[in-house]
């Protein structure tokens, strides 16, 4: 089923940044749109101003509740179409200051959580064929970044999943892949970037080619990737990042 003609769409940190434009942009283009994270005041909020967008209040980070969750939106809601996931801890933390409760943290919602979804997605009468997984990761998956060591490794270990799950997947009908942006104007970067001298904010944009992205780059990647326009793609990561990783 086309994402810009309807379909259920469950969109996993949707409160804020990317997530948020995501739901919106599926919501105006006709789908029902399951909007999940954990502030239940904002989602409330997010939800007023959309048609057909249903707030389900979530934290991803409680791993033994959420596929018993997403049953209880199934059951209320009926079969998905597509899970989008957007949500993530970033933390910057040089490594020899990483503890292991962080390190729980970060792998719980960014690498773990996803994949429970996904084994609660592919259960039968969850999902309607053909089916739809799309990880929105990070570049930082596949290049180094000092002070986010653990954060790159937990987006890494995902696109691992998405490669390996796409060859079980498909035999239901349903595709996964992955997102991985480079830096994107959210209220969160342009917070950070707002912090820098100037000569990092000329090292940062140097090294965007095409200059640094905003959410609906990612948006339309989103909504390519879980519509028919890619039904012969699986298992892949497709990078959006103005030609940071071509260089």
């Known amino acids: 089923m086309s994402q810009s003609s309807g379909g259920t769409v469950l969109v996993a940190g949707a409160s804020y940044g990317i997530g948020e434009q995501i739901a919106r942009h599926f919501a105006v283009r006709g789908c029902k749109v399951i909007l999940a994270a954990r502030s239940a005041d904002r989602l409330s909020a997010i939800a007023e101003s959309l048609p057909s967008a249903v707030p389900a209040p979530v934290d991803f980070s409680k791993l033994e509740a959420l596929q018993d969750w997403l049953a209880g939106i199934v059951r209320d809601h009926g079969p998905l179409s597509s899970l989008v996931y ?3 801890v970033m933390s910057r933390i040089p490594l020899r200051d990483f503890d292991v409760p962080t390190m729980e943290e ?5 690498t773990m959580a996803p994949i429970l979804l996904t084994q609660a997605f ?4 969850s999902f309607r064929a053909p089916g739809s997984v799309v990880f929105v990761s990070s570049i930082i998956g596949m290049v180094g970044r000092p002070s986010l060591t653990v954060y790159g490794a937990s987006k890494e270990a995902l696109h691992g999943f998405v490669r390996s799950a796409a060859l079980e997947l498909c035999r239901q009908g349903i595709r996964i892949n992955a997102v991985a ?5 959210t209220e969160h970067n342009m917070t950070e970037f707002a912090r820098m001298s100037e000569v990092q904010k000329a090292s940062v ?21 879980s519509g028919e326009d890619s039904k012969w793609i699986t298992g892949t990561t497709l990078v959006v990042d103005g030609g940071y990783t071509a260089q």
């Open 86 to 88: 957007c949500a993530a």
């Open 106 to 110: 970060i792998f719980r919602v960014n």
């Open 122 to 125: 592919r259960r039968p009468g």
């Open 181 to 185: 942006p480079g830096m994107i104007e």
């Open 205 to 225: 944009k140097a090294a965007y080619p095409l200059g640094i992205g905003a959410p609906m780059d990612v948006v339309k990647a989103v909504e390519f990737l």
